[in-house]
């Protein structure tokens, strides 16, 4: 008979280790809270920082996560010239975290419910003016004059930026089959994987026509048909499960990523007066200013955006008024 060997019980482990739980925190913001890639990437630095400076200070677990040491953390970051945004966000992460290791059992206090943090400032958005943005249009349909098929999806792409004030990650999460070119609508998916129908104008129906049936890669395996499109849009979607069925295609017949929608806009913005980011979401705030500049219902806006707040669509309404300030002082001769 073989001899019992002896198996020692397991050794308890100390506390609950600070590193895992946030890759745990993060795989939750993931699965179970739907928030985007960039977002889960910004939770993520920030609370690598936040595990790299506890564990200058000792700390590695849990159990020792204190108010004082994530005051300590934030009050380094302010010393190294970080800005008011960044703070307030770094705050941001450490309270959502703390606050889902004390709800999970991974901690049993939550040490951030009082931490405070600056309130960022909040800069009025960069907003390009109706002159602008109609010669920024026109040099993009003269390009597409010659129906190259890049010049004819940037054209798309801008008409339908500016049309819909659509976010970035939400124009290049577009497939075939969520535009309705009947109704003149687009089905997104945008923050918190919240799903909500667009309306966009007749230019960007005729651009994204143009597209489809001249610019796209016509492969039978390319999309997803587009509901009451016409036979030659269709005859680019007819596999609904064909991983490129994406609307917009980049290099190698690949859906289009953020970084090539960055490098168009900012290219195409850099000549154009203004301070501020020149990516796509200063379309997005041009498409919202000049809607509430035309008489559109602040609610209105709020829901074409995506905005979980009308707090947030309420800075339209300040770039508005901050417009008619310059005007008046422009124009009024007593001004």
Known sequence: MPELRHIPPPVPVPGHLLGAYVDDFVVYLQAERGFSVHTVRAYRTDLAGLVSFAESRGVTDTERLSLDLLRDWLWVGTQAGLARATI??????????TAWLARTGGSATDPAVRLRSPKPGRPLPRVINHIQMQEL??????????????ALRDLAIVELLYASGLRVSELVGLDVADVDLHRLTARVTGKGA??????????AQHAILDYLERGRPLRASAAAPVANASPAVNSVAENADSPMRALFLGARHQR???????RLVATLLAD???????????LRHTAATHLLDGGADLRAVQELLG?????TTQIYTHVSAERLKQSYRTAHPRA
Do not use: C, I, Q
């Open 88 to 97: 307030a966000r770094r705050s941001a992460s450490a309270r959502s975290f």
């Open 137 to 150: 249009l026109t040099h993009l349909e003269l390009r597409a004059a010659g129906h190259d098929p890049t």
């Open 194 to 203: 919240k799903e909500r129908v667009v309306p966009f104008g007749v230019p």
């Open 256 to 262: 289009l990523g953020v970084r090539a929608v960055y």
């Open 272 to 282: 154009v007066p203004g301070n501020g980011p020149a990516g796509p979401h200063a």
């Open 307 to 311: 905005h979980a707040s009308l707090g």
